[in-house]
């Protein structure tokens, strides 16, 4: 009888022999994923089902039979190895490491939310650079010693796999997943019961999750699942897919992450007794709702006996929370129709919080803005004392986006900072160069600051490493091109040219990422015949791989990426161009190594960081890029290349056109010939050779790649990432959050009356005139001015206030450039209401020198005098 499917399923786990039990704890731990010597003990057990699990040792051990694992039990150096792998692991866990040597006062805990984290391609829960970031940030966190722990949602189904039909269209599958056959944990009471965490919707439902665990090293992972029996069918699929479902059930999943992960954590720190966070780290707008859930639990009586205000609860929440933003475009963000949300806050989701306050939160009230949409990064912002970019020119980016929320601040006083991103070194650089390394220079050298000592690695070895891996990378992308031409239905007679397709000697160009329009995978395609030229040139030819996912909702992405595919499946330059697809981690671990240059071409400044661009760095490629995200602040002519931008009065075609033919003039003038080494190149050219052709060694190339690692290694590092996080922005939230909780809230319960008592009372501020005295007729450098500002501050005191003289060089509409502040500090009392404050300007500089006034309010809870959205200007 055919057809007949099963009512339930469940996966059955390996019972593994006492004396090598502690493989379950190695497999489960996700340190195997970055812990090269973890996964070649699996490897070595049996090669050949290793590949057959896809590096996935749970998979493996699974598929084990009974006689097999006794066999590896019965062998007295399986045993030891074994024994030797957990000693490892266990003192990776409980030794001290850099975290511990910062002393006193660090915070006890901080908890992480992101809608998605890229840990390893068995655990499918990512689409793009955010969860990839999000993965690194757990693990480098782990390396340190950080105590953090990571909040997120498990899908059922992760994000799809992408496969191409025949004519070349995004097809998009989402094979579901056994949570049992993960290296996850199911999170139990103390009776063996799992835990539910519930939130109340609308119409009296109810949504009840399930929270697995994944161990990150050190790091601790919730996941929130609503895949569970006593949930109706709606709520069961809340967590069916990554950013999958329109507005509602999109809604629903940032609930679950963000009040629900806090009700998690809550759980979480009851059962294994570990200190509650200290610090609420918001990755991205979908977790904003983390803040509302504290906001309640402040103001609900069962929870604090001497509940807080809504304003109360509000900057309580504030000091202890970091908001980071990814995205450069509008489009980028979660919005929500305002009804929406009265919809859900309306029923018992958040009782006793005022909804009116809630709305508020998420309103675009400002210039630009929709009075009818909740938007979660402008939530997120107002929920958070401290936020950050993700790159110098991010947070340029940033401060101008959301400027509307700071009327009257200058741009760049706008309070978002910027934290540049890093990759995790042990996960994506090459096992093969990682060994070299090790060998050489012992274990410490690729975790330190100091990559110089490539410089004492041979121009031959370095020259011979990058070739293993570009053949690595040939073999692979092969494989999976056979594989792909087959799903689209050609036949194995067809597809012998695979097997010859690209070149282990030919210079070798990656581009992988997510495919929205403004990254312009087709930039490329502008000129079809010269990027032919190019890929066929006689002497110094080059090759492409690609690849990369769009949105499913992306037809324009969808149509980029069919382009593309229809021109490399031209039999003429088939073997030179490839897109492979299925962009995921398993693909990368063998694209960024293999890659001799790295392409990014996106819109500027519309690229928030480009992390992968990083992971190529790591390996010794060089990156083209256009400056923007992280290449602005790090290209500095010896890395790389930076492909010009034309100027912003250009319409959309004309600045493609301008900046393919940039990108083809490096190419074929300096890239190309650079890589085949330029005299040899011009030598053949000149013989009229027909073949990539290398007599010698690329010196300046390898000069090049040594230069990329000695300077660039260190500085894409997630641990410097994780390291200015702790420092910047953890131990100051840390300290900040503190002091709102000590004496019963004391300090929250004044600052929040201050505030109500500033807000009303700020537009009776009015600076009547500023005068200056005591400059000669010729002012030179080193002379002082003394600036009075007369003020009236109406019912507020200067107390409350900072009055500033802020100056710097004055443009020729007198605006000021390159500015200094100085508090006018000596005040005397006018009566009624009416203050002078003044202090002594040092001239500091030649040229038009200008100045003017502020009054920002003023109180020691304000992490910055931008927060309150307050302003004064003479």
């Given at each position: 009888?055919?057809?007949?499917?099963?009512?339930?399923?469940?996966?059955?786990?390996?019972?593994?022999?006492?004396?090598?039990?502690?493989?379950?704890?190695l497999?489960?731990?996700l340190?195997?994923?970055?812990?090269?010597?973890?996964?070649?003990?699996?490897?070595?057990?049996?090669?050949?089902?290793?590949?057959?699990?896809?590096?996935?040792p749970?998979?493996?051990?699974?598929?084990?039979?009974?006689?097999?694992?006794?066999?590896?039990?019965?062998?007295?150096?399986?045993?030891?190895?074994?024994?030797?792998?957990?000693?490892?692991?266990?003192?990776?866990?409980?030794?001290p490491?850099?975290?511990?040597?910062?002393?006193?006062?660090?915070?006890?805990?901080?908890?992480?939310?992101?809608?998605?984290?890229?840990?390893?391609?068995?655990?499918?829960?990512?689409s793009?650079?955010?969860?990839?970031?999000?993965?690194?940030?757990?693990?480098?966190?782990?390396?340190?010693?950080?105590?953090?722990?990571?909040?997120?949602?498990?899908?059922?189904?992760?994000?799809?796999?992408?496969s191409?039909?025949?004519?070349?269209w995004?097809?998009?599958?989402?094979?579901?997943l056994?949570?049992?056959?993960?290296?996850?944990?199911?999170?139990?009471?103390?009776?063996?019961?799992?835990?539910?965490i519930?939130?109340?919707?609308?119409?009296?439902?109810?949504?009840?999750?399930?929270?697995?665990?994944?161990?990150?090293?050190?790091?601790?992972?919730?996941?929130?699942?609503?895949?569970?029996?006593?949930?109706?069918?709606?709520?069961?699929?809340?967590?069916?897919?990554?950013?999958?479902?329109?507005?509602?059930?999109?809604?629903?999943?940032?609930?679950?992450?963000?009040?629900?992960?806090?009700?998690?954590?809550?759980?979480?720190?009851?059962?294994?007794?570990t200190?509650?966070?200290e610090?609420?780290?918001?990755?991205?707008?979908?977790?904003?709702?983390?803040?509302i859930?504290?906001?309640?639990?402040?103001?609900?009586?069962?929870?604090?006996?001497?509940?807080?205000?809504?304003?109360?609860?509000?900057?309580?929440?504030?000091a202890?929370?970091?908001?980071?933003?990814?995205?450069?475009?509008?489009?980028?963000?979660?919005?929500?129709?305002?009804?929406?949300?009265?919809?859900?806050f309306?029923?018992?989701?958040?009782?006793?919080?005022?909804?009116?306050?809630?709305?508020?939160?998420?309103?675009?009230?400002?210039?630009?803005?929709?009075?009818?949409?909740?938007?979660?990064?402008?939530?997120?912002?107002?929920l958070?004392?401290?936020?950050?970019?993700?790159?110098k020119?991010?947070g340029?980016?940033?401060?101008?986006?959301?400027?509307?929320?700071?009327?009257?601040?200058?741009?760049a006083d706008?309070?978002?900072?910027?934290?540049?991103?890093?990759?995790?070194?042990?996960?994506?650089?090459?096992?093969?160069?990682?060994?070299?390394?090790?060998?050489?220079?012992?274990?410490?050298?690729?975790?330190?600051?100091?990559?110089?000592?490539?410089?004492?690695?041979?121009?031959?070895?370095?020259?011979?490493?990058?070739?293993?891996?570009?053949?690595?990378?040939?073999?692979?992308?092969?494989?999976?091109?056979?594989?792909?031409?087959?799903k689209?239905?050609?036949?194995?007679?067809?597809?012998?040219?695979?097997?010859?397709?690209?070149?282990?000697?030919?210079?070798?160009?990656?581009?992988?990422?997510?495919?929205?329009?403004?990254k312009?995978?087709?930039?490329?395609?502008?000129?079809?015949?010269?990027?032919?030229?190019?890929?066929l040139?006689?002497?110094?030819?080059?090759?492409?791989?690609?690849?990369?996912k769009?949105?499913?909702?992306?037809?324009?992405?969808?149509?980029?990426?069919?382009?593309?595919?229809?021109?490399?499946?031209?039999?003429?330059?088939?073997?030179?161009?490839v897109?492979?697809?299925?962009?995921d981690?398993?693909?990368?671990?063998?694209?960024?190594?293999?890659?001799?240059?790295?392409?990014?071409?996106p819109?500027?400044?519309?690229?928030?960081?480009?992390?992968?661009?990083?992971?190529?760095?790591i390996?010794?490629s060089?990156?083209?890029?256009?400056?923007d995200?992280?290449?602005?602040?790090?290209?500095?002519?010896?890395?790389?290349?930076?492909?010009?931008?034309?100027?912003?009065?250009?319409?959309?075609?004309?600045?493609?056109?301008?900046?393919?033919?940039?990108?083809?003039?490096?190419?074929?003038?300096?890239?190309a010939?650079?890589?085949?080494?330029?005299?040899?190149?011009?030598?053949?050219?000149?013989?009229?050779?027909?073949q990539?052709?290398?007599?010698?060694?690329?010196?300046?190339?390898?000069?090049?790649?040594?230069?990329?690692l000695?300077?660039?290694?260190p500085?894409?590092?997630?641990?410097?990432?994780?390291?200015?996080?702790?420092?910047?922005?953890?131990?100051?939230?840390?300290?900040?959050?503190?002091?709102?909780?000590?004496?019963?809230?004391?300090?929250?319960?004044?600052?929040a009356?201050?505030?109500?008592?500033?807000?009303?009372?700020?537009?009776?501020?009015?600076?009547?005139?500023?005068?200056s005295h005591?400059?000669?007729?010729?002012?030179?450098?080193?002379?002082?001015?003394?600036?009075?500002?007369?003020?009236?501050?109406?019912?507020?005191?200067p107390?409350?206030?900072?009055?500033?003289?802020?100056?710097?060089?004055?443009?020729?509409?007198d605006?000021?450039?390159?500015?200094?502040?100085?508090?006018l500090?000596?005040?005397?009392?006018?009566?009624?209401?009416?203050?002078q404050?003044?202090?002594d300007?040092?001239i500091?500089?030649?040229?038009?020198?200008?100045?003017?006034?502020?009054?920002?309010?003023?109180?020691?809870?304000?992490?910055?005098?931008?927060?309150?959205?307050?302003?004064?200007?003479?």
């Open positions: 009888m055919t057809g007949m499917k099963a009512i339930r399923r469940f996966t059955v786990r390996t019972l593994v022999p006492a004396q090598i039990s502690a493989l379950t704890r497999a489960t731990n340190r195997w994923s970055w812990h090269v010597p973890t996964r070649a003990l699996f490897e070595s057990f049996n090669p050949e089902l290793w590949e057959k699990s896809r590096h996935n749970l998979a493996m051990l699974a598929s084990l039979s009974r006689e097999q694992l006794a066999d590896l039990a019965a062998n007295p150096d399986v045993v030891a190895r074994v024994a030797q792998a957990q000693e490892s692991l266990e003192s990776y866990l409980t030794e490491r850099w975290y511990q040597e910062l002393g006193a006062g660090t915070p006890e805990c901080i908890a992480y939310f992101s809608p998605e984290f890229g840990i390893t391609e068995v655990l499918p829960q990512y793009g650079g955010l969860g990839i970031l999000a993965g690194d940030h757990l693990k480098s966190a782990s390396d340190l010693g950080v105590p953090l722990i990571g909040v997120g949602l498990l899908y059922q189904a992760g994000y799809f796999k992408q191409l039909s025949r004519d070349a995004q097809q998009e599958s989402y094979p579901l056994d949570p049992d056959a993960l290296p996850l944990t199911l999170m139990r009471e103390e009776d063996g019961t799992p835990v539910q519930q939130l109340p919707l609308p119409e009296n439902r109810v949504l009840r999750a399930h929270v697995w665990r994944a161990d990150v090293g050190r790091v601790p992972l919730l996941m929130l699942d609503s895949n569970v029996a006593e949930n109706d069918d709606a709520a069961r699929g809340v967590t069916d897919r990554l950013y999958g479902g329109g507005g509602e059930h999109r809604l629903t999943q940032e609930l679950l992450l963000g009040m629900g992960g806090v009700k998690a954590l809550r759980v979480h720190a009851r059962l294994s007794g200190a509650a966070p610090v609420f780290h918001t990755n991205e707008g979908h977790a904003g709702f983390l803040g859930e504290r906001i309640r639990e402040l103001m609900d009586p069962a929870l604090t006996p001497e509940p807080l205000t809504w304003g109360e609860a509000l900057a309580a929440g504030r202890s929370t970091v908001f980071t933003t990814h995205t450069p475009v509008p489009a980028g963000i979660d919005r929500f129709p305002r009804s929406m949300i009265e919809d859900f309306a029923g018992p989701l958040a009782p006793g919080v005022p909804v009116a306050d809630i709305l508020a939160l998420g309103a675009e009230n400002y210039d630009g803005g929709d009075g009818e949409m909740f938007n979660m990064a402008v939530m997120g912002l107002r958070a004392q401290r936020a950050n970019g993700v790159a020119l991010h340029v980016v940033s401060r101008g986006m959301f400027s509307g929320m700071w009327p009257g601040f200058d741009t706008v309070p978002i900072t910027s934290v540049t991103n890093g990759v995790h070194v042990p996960t994506w650089v090459d096992p093969a160069l990682a060994e070299l390394a090790r060998e050489r220079f012992g274990a410490e050298v690729l975790d330190g600051p100091d990559w110089s000592k490539v410089y004492e690695v041979s121009d031959e070895e370095v020259w011979a490493m990058r070739r293993r891996l570009r053949l690595a990378l040939v073999k692979d992308a092969r494989r999976r091109l056979r594989s792909s031409w087959k689209r239905g050609a036949a194995d007679a067809q597809l012998a040219w695979t097997d010859a397709a690209l070149d282990p000697d030919v210079l070798t160009i990656g581009f992988a990422r997510r495919v929205p329009t403004y312009r995978l087709t930039l490329m395609l502008r000129d079809p015949a010269r990027l032919k030229a190019l890929l040139h006689p002497v110094h030819p080059i090759q492409i791989i690609i690849a990369g769009s949105h499913p909702a992306d037809d324009a992405g969808k149509k980029m990426i069919q382009d593309l595919v229809q021109f490399t499946d031209d039999p003429e330059v088939r073997h030179r161009i897109f492979l697809p299925n962009y981690i398993a693909m990368a671990r063998t694209l960024f190594p293999g890659c001799d240059v790295w392409l990014n071409n819109l500027r400044p519309l690229e928030a960081c480009g992390t992968s661009g990083m992971k190529a760095a390996n010794g060089l990156n083209l890029s256009v400056m995200g992280w290449w602005d602040e790090m290209y500095d002519g010896e890395n790389g290349w930076a492909i010009p931008t034309a100027n912003t009065g250009a319409g959309d075609s004309e600045r493609d056109d301008i900046e393919a033919s940039a990108l083809y003039e490096l190419l074929e003038t300096q890239v010939p650079r890589f085949y080494g330029e005299v040899v190149a011009a030598a053949a050219g000149a013989a009229g050779a027909s990539p052709h290398q007599s010698a060694l690329p010196a300046h190339w390898i000069s090049m790649i040594k230069h990329t000695a300077h660039l290694g500085a894409v590092s997630a641990n410097r990432m994780v390291a200015e996080y702790v420092q910047r922005l953890y131990q100051p939230a840390a300290e900040a959050g503190r002091a709102a909780r000590a004496e019963n809230y004391a300090s929250v319960r004044e600052l009356a201050w505030i109500e008592r500033v807000r009303p009372a700020w537009q009776e501020i009015h600076i009547d005139h500023v005068e005591g400059l000669t007729d010729e002012p030179q450098i080193g002379e002082t001015l003394q600036v009075r500002a007369h003020i009236t501050l109406g019912s507020l005191s107390a409350d206030v900072r009055v500033n003289v802020v100056y710097g060089t004055a443009g020729d509409s605006e000021l450039n390159n500015t200094a502040d100085l508090a500090e000596s005040v005397q009392d006018n009566g009624g209401g009416k203050y404050f003044s202090a300007l040092l500091d500089r030649s040229g038009d020198f200008g100045y003017g006034v502020q009054v920002l309010p003023h109180h020691p809870a304000l992490a910055n005098p931008a927060e309150l959205g307050l302003i004064t200007t003479a």
